[in-house]
């Protein structure tokens, strides 16, 4: 009985710590951070090459909403929240985005551990810097419940080396 007990109690854990690693952490679950990103990986303050500077506003916009960097670049977002409510700035594909989106909607106090987003309350101001590695579009976007569908999105170009 007690062997019994002791491979039903080790096979749940087994069987959990499987699903812990399948789903990966908030950040790990959607593949940040590795070389096989479609949207590059956290880059080192000493590789910028150069700064751009993002305004968030109530208007539910970014300024700016188009921004082209080269293959390889690595970028240092300035990213200031003009407006009187928070707003955040979150790198990721149209795919990415949407499923966070519907998180969002569904926990809206949400606080982000991750290199491609930032969270900003009015009047602040933060940064992220990215190493774009991959060509192609990144996008990005505010995913505050109605913000986006408020259009509050952008999108980085990636033009091949």
């Known amino acids: 009985m007690k062997r019994t007990l002791s491979l039903i109690a ?9 699903n812990s690693f399948a789903g990966g952490t908030h950040s790990g679950g959607h593949g ?13 303050a000493a590789k910028v090459s150069r ?18 960097v080269k293959q ?24 990415e ?19 491609s987003k930032l969270s900003l309350a009015p009047g602040k101001q933060g940064e992220i810097i990215w190493q774009f590695t991959k060509a192609g579009e990144v996008k990005f976007a505010c995913l505050y419940p109605g913000h986006y569908d408020a259009g509050m999105k952008g999108q980085v170009t990636v033009v091949k080396k």
């Open 10 to 18: 080790t096979s749940t854990l087994m069987a959990l710590s499987f």
């Open 51 to 68: 700064t751009i500077n993002v305004d968030m506003a109530d208007t539910m916009r970014f300024t700016p909403a188009a921004i082209s």
């Open 97 to 115: 985005l949407k499923e966070h989106y519907e998180t969002m909607k569904k926990f809206p106090d949400m606080e982000h551990d991750e290199p």
């Open 72 to 95: 390889g670049e690595t970028i240092k977002f300035v990213i200031k929240n003009s407006g009187q409510v928070k707003h955040e700035f979150s790198l990721g594909t149209d795919a």
């Open 32 to 44: 940040h951070g590795s070389d096989d990103s479609a949207i590059g990986e956290p880059g080192k």
